[in-house]
């Protein structure tokens, strides 16, 4: 749950598309939000089956308990259709920690900046909320690498490394950056 | 809900009495569970009532969800009655680390190596399910210095320290142990 996703965002070139009026950004959850993220988590190719169930189940109790579920969504949509979208929440106990979830773009939408939009999008919000800091859990591993230097890129700092945390060999690095 | 409670548990004396037959591991969850917990949380004089609700509401969750709720309690009984309780669980999507949500001695009971107890029966029931790390997340204020004194003492070490998370002053330290 604790373990943000995002296949390749390198937002490289950034695309006018995500700027212009082609996008955009709905902050509450529907019914039919339950299958885009399952076949977008799917399409990437980037998850494997037990990640795509937890993906689906944040949906299913943010449907369930609404706002009290502690998961926010932003959903980006192009022409009615959902293309991207974060998943993020107030951390229990604190102050104004907030932790990001989960990050997925649509693969025939990678590599033009939806990645960083969404990104700023949750800032906003967090912000907006009175969230002071956002958390990033990750994987240390190879695949990862483009995860990581997308969240370095967005401003994100190591704030910790934690040793075979997920397997052997397979460390979580938290980011954070503080708003 | 990451942040495992523990009132002074300096279990420096150690008395038989957790090591005897007065006192007895439970590791099913009853419904009177529910008052025992929020009692023993208020007796403690420790917790503010919003850490008692989420010390309750992960009792319901149990209730409600049994093992796919993704916390198991142990409850420490002395004739019949709860005098301690541990609250842990499986991280989802590591391969066989577990989180210690919570630990609680009732005052009572406090400095007589029950907390110490209760860890241990703990680390066992995460061995016997092929867990291989326990964290344990809390606070780096110096109102939490005897929790860390005691996580010390039982050989967690420290993994990570998250600058500000709680609150501005407050850090989070995360503890870690290898079983």
Redesign the interface.
């Known amino acids: 749950?604790?373990?943000p996703k995002l296949q390749d965002p390198d937002p490289a070139i950034t695309s006018a598309a995500c700027r212009s009026a082609e996008i955009t950004y709905r902050h509450t959850v529907r019914e039919s939000d339950r299958l885009a993220v399952v076949n977008m988590c799917r399409e990437t190719g980037f998850f494997h089956e037990?990640?795509v169930a937890?993906a689906e189940e944040l949906v299913v109790e943010r449907l369930a308990k609404g706002p009290s579920s502690g998961y926010e969504f932003i959903f980006a949509e192009r022409n009615g259709t959902v293309v991207g979208y974060v998943c993020f929440g107030p951390?229990?106990?604190?102050?104004?920690?907030w932790d990001l979830y989960w990050i997925v773009v649509s693969p025939h939408m990678q590599r033009m900046g939806l990645g960083g939009a969404l990104l700023r999008e949750t800032e906003q919000a967090v912000k907006h909320r009175g969230g002071t800091?956002i958390?990033i859990e990750t994987s240390g591993r190879e695949q990862y690498r483009p995860t990581r230097n997308f969240y370095e890129k967005h401003g994100y700092t190591v704030?910790?490394?934690?040793?075979?945390?997920?397997?052997?060999g397979?460390d979580k690095i938290?980011y954070?950056k503080v708003l």
Do not use: K
Not at 91 to 97: E, L
Not at 159 to 168: E, G, I, K, Q, R
């Open positions: 749950m604790n373990r037990g990640e937890v951390i229990a106990c604190t102050q104004s920690s800091r958390y704030a910790a490394v934690l040793t075979d945390f997920y397997a052997p397979d938290v954070v």
